[in-house]
């Protein structure tokens, strides 16, 4: 919604520039010619919505390996064949139930395309790379490796949609 009220702004500012030029036409003269030269920059623009903004992992057996997906929807404006990047990064640490580890936890995601890793407190990670402008929908989704003990583990995370 918001990239359809940008370029209507944008159609109206052209509009007006063009009719204020139009109106400044010599007075007693009915056909007079002007050149114009007219210039319109278009910023680059995202959009990012996510399911959930923390990974929740609920381990009933400390063997297994638990799964969370989260979905996005990300939009975005750019120049032609512009690089679009969808990140993650923990915000935080992750928040382990009475009697499970912290320190030994790891956490993988798979995101879009080739985009796989451990996140780590490196910094942000690409989960997602596209060309061009659009609509992008998908899933990240997160593994928890470590957990000793059962309960619900909490992870914070942080997603940025980029068109730089």
């Given at each position: 919604m918001h990239l359809h009220a940008t370029r209507f702004i944008a159609a109206i500012l052209v509009s007006l520039t063009v009719v204020q030029i139009g109106a400044q036409a010599p007075m007693g003269r009915a056909d007079s010619t002007r050149v114009v030269s007219l210039s319109l920059v278009l910023q680059n623009h995202t959009s990012l919505r996510v399911s959930v903004s923390e990974?929740?992992?609920d381990v009933t057996n400390p063997m297994s390996i638990p799964t969370v997906s989260i979905d996005f929807s990300a939009a975005a404006r750019t120049?032609?064949?512009?690089d679009v990047?969808?990140?993650?990064?923990?915000?935080g640490s992750i928040d382990a139930p009475a009697g499970g580890p912290s320190a030994?936890?790891?956490?993988g995601y798979v995101g879009e395309g080739d985009n796989a890793g451990t996140l780590s407190d490196a910094g942000p990670h690409v989960a997602g790379r596209w060309s061009g402008s659009g609509l992008r929908e998908g899933r990240v989704s997160f593994t928890l490796r470590g957990a000793t003990a059962a309960g619900t583990?909490?992870?914070?995370?942080r997603f940025v949609l980029s068109a730089p």
């Amino acid at each position: 919604m918001h990239l359809h009220a940008t370029r209507f702004i944008a159609a109206i500012l052209v509009s007006l520039t063009v009719v204020q030029i139009g109106a400044q036409a010599p007075m007693g003269r009915a056909d007079s010619t002007r050149v114009v030269s007219l210039s319109l920059v278009l910023q680059n623009h995202t959009s990012l919505r996510v399911s959930v903004s923390e990974a929740r992992f609920d381990v009933t057996n400390p063997m297994s390996i638990p799964t969370v997906s989260i979905d996005f929807s990300a939009a975005a404006r750019t120049h032609k064949d512009g690089d679009v990047v969808l990140t993650v990064e923990a915000a935080g640490s992750i928040d382990a139930p009475a009697g499970g580890p912290s320190a030994d936890l790891a956490v993988g995601y798979v995101g879009e395309g080739d985009n796989a890793g451990t996140l780590s407190d490196a910094g942000p990670h690409v989960a997602g790379r596209w060309s061009g402008s659009g609509l992008r929908e998908g899933r990240v989704s997160f593994t928890l490796r470590g957990a000793t003990a059962a309960g619900t583990y909490l992870l914070p995370l942080r997603f940025v949609l980029s068109a730089p």
